[in-house]
């Protein structure tokens, strides 16, 4: 009886510790991105990290992002997850907090 319940303890342990795979972007995503109406500012790069500038100098932090969906992005900074169900068209980006209901307007910049 111990030895099933120390290799269910190891099966448990090996489980969570396994990350899902990690969705590549979608077409069109990596880039900069100008918030509508804001000097806010987000750069997807190919590798999974994202830089995020807000309004005023030295207000920028970096961080990584990954698709949980086709419709949900999750952006890490310093440890902490925020997800966004999302939208892209074309050169316009709507990021959604799914909580709130705030809507934000990127569009692609040149």
Same mark, same amino acid.
């Given at each position: 009886?111990?030895?099933?319940?120390?290799?269910?303890?190891?099966?448990?342990?090996?489980?969570?510790?396994?990350?899902?795979?990690?969705?590549?972007? %979608?077409?069109?995503? *990596?880039?900069?991105?100008?918030?509508?109406? /804001?000097?806010? $500012? #987000?750069?997807?790069?190919?590798? &999974?990290?994202?830089?995020?500038?807000?309004?005023? %100098?030295?207000?920028? *932090?970096?961080?990584?992002?990954?698709?949980? /969906?086709?419709? $949900? #992005?999750?952006?890490?900074?310093? &440890?902490?997850?925020?997800?966004?169900?999302f939208?892209?068209?074309?050169?316009?980006?709507?990021?959604?907090?799914?909580?709130?209901g705030?809507?934000?307007?990127?569009?692609?910049?040149?």
């Amino acid at each position: 009886m111990t030895h099933i319940l120390a290799i269910a303890a190891l099966v448990l342990v090996s489980c969570s510790k396994t990350q899902p795979p990690t969705q590549p972007p %979608p077409p069109g995503l *990596v880039g900069r991105w100008q918030q509508v109406g /804001t000097s806010g $500012e #987000l750069a997807f790069h190919a590798d &999974g990290t994202v830089e995020i500038a807000m309004a005023g %100098p030295g207000s920028g *932090v970096n961080g990584k992002y990954s698709l949980i /969906t086709d419709t $949900e #992005l999750k952006i890490e900074v310093k &440890g902490v997850p925020f997800v966004y169900q999302f939208a892209l068209s074309g050169d316009k980006l709507t990021l959604t907090d799914p909580v709130e209901g705030e809507k934000m307007d990127y569009l692609k910049a040149q």
